[in-house]
């Protein structure tokens, strides 16, 4: 298999399929992940073919899941572990956090930790509550972890390949609501660095920078720009731990102008962060502020009004026309 | 004042006691309030609080070849540790130390259960266990960093299979348990114990971890001292069954033993460790005993238990019943206990010596190990570290 259309989810099947291939050690654990193949059938099989000692059926507790992939690693595996929704974490977050991230500082080095967290996040499908959550930046925040998000399924297919190799724990969000976008994965390719950003469009009047499920929101604002005549670059992070600065910086003094689009609530996420620094690197190439887009400080709402909370074209663009106006 | 709280306040009846009809009494004891907490234990004992050697049938046999020169080990084991953490806290008073957890008091239980443990074990303690480290031969002088504030773990777990002190209250069973599994999937036939204490059978991980290592037939013990209090909270605060109870709900067996028989000890775990090793899955030990002094130099004992508690539980003392028992076998004589006490002057004068020489870690520690494959904005910040570093040096330069 080279190069093959296939959908998000489709593609990390793929990935999970290729790791547990290539080395033993590698483990896949969740609830539902055998039988039912995850709730998105990200899973879809590999127990089938790989059995149950390698595909694992977990009880339903999350602190479970992590504080035993943590045992399993500290014994040599490389154990990926499958939240089966964002707001399903926070029962996983103190072994996140104080275990997972620290136990290999703490050992002066001498282990390692090669776990993967797969969360399936954000919104956009008309899920009930703690379904549709962006929490990126509470992990991206605490030092020892490692956070990536593809937009597309070559990076589906890639991020993972390399999630799994790295010897830090990677918390891998996954785009729910792109799970079934099809494109084009080549399974042989060379892919670049898990953490460095990838222009996905080139333009010169404007920076639009997100990740995961937002990459294809902005694209489809810079088709629109483009029909009024402004050309904007699109930035796919990848990575919100580590974030890929010099890429962002390149852009910025390109186009001198930089908007952040991501799901989270935009008050102290992974958009300030990004403004901040940017604004220190690039004071004297921007032409006006660094402007976010995202969530709201507000819990994530009702189905029936996630669009009216999720940044959708028409916010890109006003945000767009606000910077293109100082 | 609730009836619970009078209950905490009382002094706790001796822990099993021998006396005549003591067999009736327990078993009509368990009977009668199968839900008190702090009620009579039903416990395996070897050793009375006398010293007297007591006949079991079910674990008399996992010390049935242990020789006089084991038992003498065994309560060297007891005497040095209890010297090094006498130290450790004096140390602490002297400022050496920035805090200290003292084990007094839990000698038997956790120098029983650690010298049950075989070299390819695992042991996940919590950060009380300096008995179990001395068992796995960790260096006592490694267990200080932390304390000291020279680092937060400070060893290489897998040099001893002693893995690091763990804080969070329970998070280590889960790990315990994660790592049997693994040892189940390698074919291995070594077993892994996981410590805890009463205040940690709250928490939901221990909850989560009963779950898993019996879903998983994972073979782990879990040695859950209960010294009767987690800070100033009572076991009553913590459960309304004894402890060693809880392991029938999760399908596999529990066991109470009297934490400061180290001969009873010594044979409960080995019995649980051998059961793990045969594929019978996890078991759950309580090892009732006694937490002497505070529950780290920073709590005051004096404000939440009574004098009298304490000076029950002195009476059981588990180095000097293991003594009495040595005098009277004639196991041991004055030349022994003589060597012994020079050479636990000698430890405690090694242990001071070695903490403070202990030097501050470098400056760049900081951001050392953060990563293991490395980190962008680690990289950034420690540059930014080191030129803001380096200004203070060129201005000494220039003077």
Same mark, same amino acid.
């Given at each position: 298999?080279?190069?093959?259309?296939? +959908?998000? +989810?489709?593609?990390?099947?793929?990935?999970? !399929?290729?790791?547990?291939? =290539?080395?033993?050690?590698?483990?896949?654990?969740?609830?539902?992940?055998?039988?039912?193949?995850?709730?998105?059938?990200?899973?879809?099989?590999?127990?089938?073919?790989?059995?149950?000692?390698?595909?694992?059926?977990?009880?339903? =507790?999350?602190?479970?899941?992590?504080?035993?992939?943590?045992?399993? /690693?500290?014994?040599?595996?490389?154990?990926?572990?499958?939240?089966?929704?964002?707001?399903?974490?926070?029962?996983?977050?103190?072994?996140?956090?104080?275990?997972?991230?620290?136990?290999? /500082?703490?050992?002066?080095?001498?282990?390692?930790?090669?776990?993967?967290?797969?969360?399936?996040?954000?919104?956009?499908?008309? +899920?009930? &509550?703690?379904?549709? &959550?962006?929490?990126?930046?509470?992990?991206?925040?605490?030092?020892?972890?490692?956070?990536?998000?593809?937009?597309?399924?070559?990076?589906?297919?890639?991020?993972?390949?390399?999630?799994?190799?790295?010897?830090?724990?990677?918390?891998?969000?996954?785009?729910?609501?792109?799970?079934?976008?099809?494109?084009?994965?080549?399974?042989?390719?060379?892919?670049?660095?898990?953490?460095?950003?990838?222009?996905?469009?080139?333009?010169?009047?404007?920076?639009?920078? $997100?990740?995961?499920?937002?990459?294809?929101?902005?694209?489809?604002?810079? $088709?629109?720009?483009?029909?009024?005549?402004?050309?904007?670059?699109?930035?796919?992070? !990848?990575?919100?731990?580590?974030?890929?600065?010099?890429?962002?910086?390149?852009?910025?003094?390109?186009? !001198?102008?930089?908007?952040?689009?991501?799901?989270?609530?935009?008050?102290?996420?992974?958009?300030?962060?990004? $403004?901040?620094?940017?604004?220190? !690197?690039?004071?004297?190439?921007?032409?006006?502020?660094?402007?976010?887009?995202?969530?709201?400080?507000?819990?994530?709402?009702?189905?029936?009004?996630?669009?009216?909370?999720?940044?959708?074209?028409?916010?890109?663009?006003? +945000?767009?026309?606000?910077?293109? =106006?100082? | 004042?609730?009836?619970? #709280?009078?209950?905490?306040?009382?002094?706790?009846? #001796?822990a099993?006691?021998?006396?005549?009809?003591?067999?009736?009494?327990?078993?009509?004891?368990?009977?009668?309030?199968?839900?008190?907490?702090? *009620?009579?234990?039903?416990l395996v004992q070897?050793l009375?609080?006398?010293?007297?050697?007591?006949?079991?049938?079910?674990?008399?046999?996992?010390?049935?070849?242990?020789?006089?020169?084991?038992?003498?080990?065994l309560?060297?084991d007891m005497?040095?540790t209890r010297?090094?953490d006498?130290?450790?806290?004096?140390?602490?008073?002297?400022?050496?130390?920035?805090?200290?957890?003292?084990l007094l008091g839990q000698e038997a239980a956790q120098i029983g259960s650690g010298r049950a443990t075989?070299?390819?074990?695992?042991?996940?303690p919590t950060?009380r266990e300096h008995g179990v480290?001395w068992c796995?031969?960790?260096?006592? %002088?490694?267990?200080?960093?932390?304390?000291?504030?020279?680092?937060?773990?400070?060893?290489?777990?897998?040099?001893?299979?002693?893995?690091?002190? %763990?804080?969070?209250?329970? @998070?280590?069973?889960?790990?315990?348990?994660?790592?049997?599994?693994?040892?189940?999937?390698?074919?291995?036939? *070594?077993?892994?114990i996981?410590y805890f204490g009463d205040?940690?059978? #709250?928490?939901?991980?221990?909850?989560? @971890?009963?779950?898993?290592?019996?879903?998983?037939?994972?073979?782990?013990v879990f040695f859950c001292q209960n010294n009767q209090?987690?800070?100033?909270?009572?076991?009553?605060?913590?459960?309304?069954?004894?402890l060693?109870?809880?392991?029938?709900?999760?399908?596999?067996?529990?066991v109470r033993v009297d934490g400061n028989d180290v001969l009873a000890c010594l044979a409960v775990t080995?019995?649980?460790?051998?059961?793990?090793?045969?594929?019978?899955?996890? %078991?759950?030990i309580e090892a009732f005993t006694y937490r002497m002094?505070?529950?780290?130099? #920073?709590?005051?004992?004096?404000?939440?238990?009574?004098?009298?508690?304490?000076?029950?539980w002195?009476?059981k003392d588990p180095i000097?019943r293991l003594?009495?028992?040595?005098?009277?076998?004639?196991?041991?004589?004055?030349?022994?206990?003589?060597?012994?006490?020079?050479?636990?002057?000698?430890?405690?004068?090694?242990?001071?010596?070695?903490?403070?020489?202990?030097?501050?870690?470098?400056?760049?520690?900081?951001?050392?190990?953060?990563?293991?494959?490395?980190?962008?904005?680690?990289?950034?910040?420690?540059?930014?570290?080191?030129?803001?570093?380096?200004?203070?040096?060129?201005?000494?330069?220039?003077?």
């Amino acid at each position: 298999m080279a190069a093959e259309k296939m +959908a998000l +989810a489709k593609a990390i099947n793929e990935s999970l !399929r290729t790791a547990l291939d =290539a080395d033993p050690k590698v483990l896949i654990m969740g609830e539902d992940v055998g039988k039912l193949g995850g709730v998105f059938r990200v899973t879809d099989g590999l127990q089938k073919d790989f059995g149950e000692d390698r595909v694992i059926d977990t009880p339903l =507790a999350e602190s479970g899941i992590v504080g035993t992939a943590i045992g399993l /690693a500290l014994r040599g595996y490389r154990p990926v572990v499958e939240i089966q929704f964002d707001g399903f974490v926070f029962p996983a977050y103190d072994q996140i956090v104080t275990q997972l991230a620290k136990m290999h /500082a703490r050992a002066l080095g001498k282990i390692k930790l090669p776990v993967v967290i797969r969360i399936p996040y954000g919104g956009g499908i008309g +899920a009930v &509550e703690h379904h549709s &959550e962006s929490p990126e930046a509470l992990f991206a925040h605490v030092a020892g972890l490692k956070v990536v998000s593809p937009s597309n399924s070559s990076d589906a297919y890639w991020m993972m390949q390399q999630a799994i190799q790295s010897n830090d724990p990677v918390i891998f969000f996954e785009p729910k609501r792109r799970y079934w976008d099809k494109s084009e994965v080549n399974t042989e390719a060379i892919p670049g660095p898990l953490h460095t950003a990838r222009v996905l469009r080139e333009g010169t009047d404007l920076t639009l920078a $997100a990740y995961g499920p937002m990459v294809k929101v902005c694209l489809e604002a810079a $088709a629109a720009a483009q029909e009024e005549g402004k050309s904007l670059e699109v930035l796919d992070l !990848r990575s919100m731990s580590p974030i890929d600065f010099d890429s962002v910086q390149a852009s910025v003094e390109k186009t !001198r102008r930089l908007v952040v689009v991501h799901e989270a609530p935009v008050f102290l996420g992974t958009g300030a962060e990004i $403004a901040a620094r940017i604004t220190e !690197r690039c004071f004297y190439h921007l032409e006006a502020p660094v402007l976010r887009v995202g969530g709201y400080h507000a819990p994530y709402p009702p189905a029936r009004l996630e669009e009216e909370y999720l940044p959708g074209l028409d916010r890109v663009l006003d +945000a767009v026309d606000r910077s293109l =106006a100082y | 004042m609730t009836v619970e #709280s009078t209950a905490a306040r009382k002094p706790r009846r #001796s822990a099993g006691t021998k006396s005549a009809g003591s067999t009736a009494a327990k078993r009509t004891g368990a009977k009668k309030s199968p839900s008190t907490p702090g *009620s009579e234990p039903e416990l395996v004992q070897l050793l009375t609080p006398e010293g007297e050697r007591v006949a079991d049938a079910t674990y008399d046999p996992y010390v049935a070849d242990i020789t006089p020169e084991e038992l003498r080990g065994l309560y060297r084991d007891m005497v040095l540790t209890r010297r090094f953490d006498a130290e450790a806290t004096s140390l602490q008073r002297q400022g050496e130390l920035g805090l200290w957890a003292s084990l007094l008091g839990q000698e038997a239980a956790q120098i029983g259960s650690g010298r049950a443990t075989r070299e390819d074990d695992y042991v996940f303690p919590t950060y009380r266990e300096h008995g179990v480290a001395w068992c796995r031969g960790v260096d006592p %002088t490694n267990l200080l960093g932390m304390f000291r504030g020279v680092n937060n773990g400070g060893w290489d777990p897998n040099t001893n299979n002693f893995h690091l002190y %763990t804080i969070v209250i329970g @998070s280590q069973t889960l790990h315990a348990t994660g790592y049997a599994m693994g040892i189940a999937k390698d074919g291995a036939d *070594s077993a892994v114990i996981a410590y805890f204490g009463d205040g940690a059978s #709250s928490q939901g991980d221990v909850a989560e @971890s009963f779950t898993f290592s019996a879903v998983y037939n994972a073979p782990v013990v879990f040695f859950c001292q209960n010294n009767q209090w987690a800070i100033s909270e009572p076991t009553e605060k913590q459960t309304r069954v004894p402890l060693y109870q809880r392991a029938q709900g999760y399908g596999f067996p529990g066991v109470r033993v009297d934490g400061n028989d180290v001969l009873a000890c010594l044979a409960v775990t080995k019995w649980a460790l051998e059961r793990a090793r045969r594929g019978e899955g996890p %078991t759950l030990i309580e090892a009732f005993t006694y937490r002497m002094g505070a529950h780290t130099t #920073s709590d005051d004992p004096t404000k939440y238990r009574a004098d009298e508690e304490r000076e029950s539980w002195e009476a059981k003392d588990p180095i000097l019943r293991l003594r009495t028992y040595l005098e009277a076998a004639h196991h041991a004589d004055e030349g022994f206990f003589a060597e012994l006490e020079a050479e636990s002057e000698a430890l405690g004068k090694r242990v001071r010596e070695v903490v403070r020489a202990m030097p501050d870690p470098d400056h760049f520690a900081i951001f050392e190990n953060a990563y293991a494959d490395g980190h962008a904005l680690v990289d950034e910040e420690r540059a930014q570290f080191a030129a803001y570093q380096a200004s203070f040096v060129a201005e000494g330069e220039g003077e």
